[in-house]
């Protein structure tokens, strides 16, 4: 896999490391917002934005949506805006699926906490790249994902080949991560690798610990396969396009 260097361990504290690189021309083939498409790239990792009580009070509204469904495979995913859920070999959408009976599983209170989360997320990736928080705009898919050792049983559960979220999506200008669980106590594996030219760069997850990056090129990445125990984390996908603009999730 050629050299790997942790960016981030699990038993850092990290206030804000924060890495430039040259930004890709992906950007080129997307029109243009001034003022919010990457002029700046690079990639940041922060544990001062997210307390990890509230990334444990996040991966609860994960574990309670989730155990409504799951995949068959080693991936499930619970996206609260479209209300996709992995169910079987299948998603479902959550909210006709259950109807009525989500006001049992969800709270106002967990949604918005949701909120609040993303918008501190928002604002600290705004702050860092030098862009107003109010020119970027979430975009799909924004999702929980929780994976185990399981084999992959359909394409959805195969999460660890490397992407550029810009080429798979489109619409990414910013890609964060909250992660809700702890790499080597939670789960073995699973760990985040920057795939660059001359080096692997990797975060090993831990609650609370945000990981922010530009969606280009410049960022290549993949998961580790997980090997065991259970990684929960979200994945909050930011557009400079209004056009693929997505609202919070409401119950």
Not at 127 to 139: C, D, E, K, R
């Amino acid at each position: 896999d050629g050299i790997t260097e942790v960016l981030a361990h699990r038993s850092d504290s990290l206030r804000d490391k924060f890495i430039e690189i040259p930004c890709s021309e992906d950007y080129d083939s997307h029109k243009r917002f001034e003022g919010c498409t990457p002029r700046k790239c690079g990639r940041g990792v922060t544990d001062a934005v997210i307390t990890r009580e509230e990334a444990e009070r996040i991966r609860r509204i994960a574990e309670r949506g989730l155990s409504l469904g799951g995949s068959d495979g080693g991936a499930s995913i619970l996206d609260l805006h479209s209300g996709a859920l992995s169910l079987g070999k299948h998603f479902v959408n959550l909210y006709r699926y259950f109807g009525d009976k989500i006001q049992d599983i969800f709270t106002e209170e967990d949604f918005a906490l949701y909120r609040d989360v993303r918008q501190r997320i928002q604002q600290r990736i705004a702050q860092v790249f030098g862009i107003s928080p109010s020119a970027m705009y979430l975009t799909k898919p924004t999702f929980f994902s929780r994976m185990n050792s399981t084999a992959a049983k359909t394409t959805h559960d195969e999460y660890w080949h490397p992407h550029v979220d810009k080429v798979t999506y489109g619409s990414f200008d910013y890609t964060s991560l909250l992660y809700l669980s702890d790499y080597a106590e939670d789960f073995g594996g699973g760990r985040f690798v920057f795939m660059d030219a001359d080096s692997n760069k990797t975060v090993e997850p831990r609650a609370g610990r945000v990981s922010f990056f530009t969606s280009g090129s410049e960022n290549l990445h993949r998961v580790e396969k997980v090997q065991w125990g259970t990684r929960f984390a979200i994945t909050i996908s930011f557009t400079c396009d209004p056009e693929h603009g997505i609202a919070d999730p409401l119950l």
